[in-house]
């Protein structure tokens, strides 16, 4: 398998050059102490349980899953609907009330090359979002909403790393719908952005539009998308700290184009007309950043899966550069220091330069890998008001963090929600995981979703059911 080696500033892919000695040792136990439970309960309550797909792979690479549900997410129209991707290439609509799942889009029967067969647990349909015009009729956004999803190499030319796509491309899709109200897709669609990938995992992510930006703010109507390293252990593509492709990063996008344009740049992107930058990218140097969410005030969380031994909160900074692959967490890694053995992290030595660190992390004890996550602008929960709420998505456990004076490089102290489920307070991998082909056990694959009224619920994969969080006890 090929690697590009692109430019990108002189800084980012040199490592340093170190006088003789010792070199550091390896931390067993980066963040010492357990993750304690608060005296906070929650129930998971029966909403919505989605139909079983197949993979198309012929081999069974990974578990079983019922329903490979990945988001859950309002439309922004006042109709109280929920949407709900399964990476299988179907995307759903269900009404408040948890009624029967409409097939509003079915990707594997539209003429777009959609492909999950090279890993079934990361590629297909990742991400959608629903552009804040999408009920407004005579905006320039009504009707189009946007998926990102996985398509064979051959199906189209990338914008970026075409020459390093051999096994598929990431694709920004638009759909236009003929009648915003329906719950099932008829009009037409365009491609808006699309990208190489060499591996089958860290590619693109999920899809955002600001809640907080109104019409005539800078940030109406642009669209954030995460995208991972291109895959791998230890980024061996090295496109964590390169800067002239958008891997690693979040971007920033008008989807709406203009003048024969796919989309535009924003003028206000931080990278605009720096050399040795591509101007969609808004953040870098994320591992895969999978899920990202926004506060009400428009602050963004980037939940950002770590290697081997950290995983990591990040709030979103214009122009800010989260580390990988020289940083995990508020550690070095082997590529950070130089002359140690990779996956272990190491004590951080002084910064050669700005990097910014995580506002919460945990490690290896605690989860394996963090999933989604939302600040909590609910009603029904008082007790989790204001609370950043998010999963481990293997264990199944649910954490929380303030929200109020978060610090990046001062890691917040987690805490961990009691679930109940059926009157007991359960471990949600061990009561409604499925089996885990990575390890031994069970496997939640948890993620959380958000409702238009602030309200969050869980979805599990094993058994393609979505469980609305409601008060414990």
Request: hydrophobic share 35%; glycine share 12%; aromatic share 10%.
């Amino acid at each position: 398998m090929k690697f590009s080696r692109l430019p990108c500033i002189a800084a980012c892919l040199c490592l340093p050059v170190f006088a003789q000695q010792p070199a550091p040792e390896p931390l067993a136990d980066p963040i010492p102490g357990p993750i304690e439970k608060v005296d906070i309960a929650v129930a998971l309550e029966d909403f919505a349980q989605f139909p079983r797909l197949a993979d198309s792979s012929a081999v069974p690479r990974t578990s079983d899953a019922h329903a490979r549900i990945q988001y859950l997410q309002p439309l922004p129209d006042d109709s109280g609907r929920l949407a709900v991707n399964d990476l299988r290439g179907v995307l759903y609509l269900v009404d408040a009330d948890g009624s029967a799942p409409h097939v509003f889009l079915d990707l594997r029967e539209q003429d777009v090359a959609f492909d999950d067969s090279m890993f079934p647990n990361e590629t297909g349909l990742l991400g959608f979002a629903f552009h804040p015009d999408f009920g407004r009729a005579g905006a320039p956004g009504h009707g189009r909403f946007y998926t990102a999803y996985s398509a064979t190499s051959a199906s189209g030319v990338a914008d970026y790393l075409e020459d390093d796509s051999e096994n598929h491309e990431s694709v920004i899709r638009e759909w236009i719908v003929d009648d915003p109200s329906a719950n099932a897709f008829s009009g037409v669609s365009r491609e808006v952005f699309r990208i190489g990938q060499f591996a089958e995992n860290h590619n693109i992510g999920n899809l955002a539009f600001n809640p907080a930006a109104a019409p005539g703010d800078a940030d109406y109507g642009m669209l954030y998308a995460s995208l991972g390293d291109g895959g791998g252990a230890n980024d061996p593509g090295e496109y964590g700290q390169s800067t002239s492709e958008p891997l690693s990063s979040i971007m920033r996008i008008d989807p709406l184009g203009g003048d024969g344009a796919r989309y535009r740049i924003p003028p206000d992107n931080p990278f605009v007309g720096r050399e040795g930058f591509a101007p969609e990218i808004w953040a870098w140097g994320l591992r895969h950043p999978q899920h990202f969410s926004f506060d009400l005030d428009g602050t963004l969380y980037i939940n950002d899966i770590g290697q081997t031994q950290v995983e990591e909160v990040n709030i979103g900074v214009p122009g800010a550069n989260y580390g990988w692959r020289l940083r995990e967490g508020t550690f070095a890694t082997a590529f950070g220091i130089g002359g140690v053995r990779p996956n272990p992290v190491y004590p951080r030595p002084e910064d050669e330069r700005e990097f910014e660190y995580p506002v919460a992390q945990f490690d290896h004890d605690e989860g394996n890998a963090i999933s989604s996550g939302y600040v909590y602008r609910g009603e029904s929960i008082p007790e989790l008001q204001g609370k950043y709420v998010f999963a481990d998505l293997v264990t199944g456990r649910i954490f929380i963090i303030g929200s109020e004076g978060l610090t990046a490089g001062d890691p917040a102290p987690i805490r961990e929600l009691r679930v109940f489920i059926d009157g007991e307070e359960r471990n949600i991998g061990e009561t409604l995981g499925h089996p885990n082909t990575y390890g031994r056990g069970k496997r939640a694959d948890l993620r959380l979703g958000i409702d238009s009224n602030g309200e969050l619920y869980a979805l599990t994969k094993g058994d393609g059911r979505v469980r609305k969080i409601v008060p414990g006890r």
